[in-house]
């Protein structure tokens, strides 16, 4: 169900709040990311919900939410951008650097971020999600 909304959420800011090649060159990438993230949380946590296996979870999830990044701006991103927004990160502050300065810190602590909240808003609604 979570990657459902993330679709439905990634094509309703991309028919929304269209930012030209900023969102058709990020969406698929936070689309892919994410879903990695939820793959990793989802993976050590659904089968048995303990405080371990979410923490588990989480860092999995960040680790491959920001290893996915780095692969897709490497690959995907960074050429994108080059060619269709003349906007070359690697001639700018060098690839490398923008890779390991700016991407692998935003997303670890996008990561933690976003297992911080989760766990703040599923802690309160924890019983009403297990009746249902």
């Known amino acids: ?43 050590f946590w659904k089968k048995n919900q303990t405080s371990k296996n979410y923490i588990l979870g989480s860092v999995v999830g960040t680790l491959a939410l920001t290893l996915a990044m780095v692969v897709l701006n490497y ?6 951008y080059a060619k269709f927004a003349n906007f070359d990160i690697g001639q700018f ?6 890779l390991f300065t700016m991407v692998v810190p935003f997303n670890l602590l996008q990561g933690l971020i976003f297992a911080v909240v989760f766990a703040l808003i599923y802690a309160p609604l924890k019983s009403i999600l297990i009746k249902l």
């Open 75 to 80: 690959i995907y991103a960074v050429p994108l």
């Open 93 to 98: 502050i060098g690839l490398y650097k923008y």
């Open 1 to 43: 169900s979570a990657i459902g909304v993330l679709l439905l959420r990634s094509l309703l800011k991309l028919l929304l709040n269209n930012g030209g090649p900023g969102s058709i060159i990020g969406l698929p990438m936070n689309f892919i990311a994410l879903g990695f993230f939820v793959w990793g949380l989802s993976y």
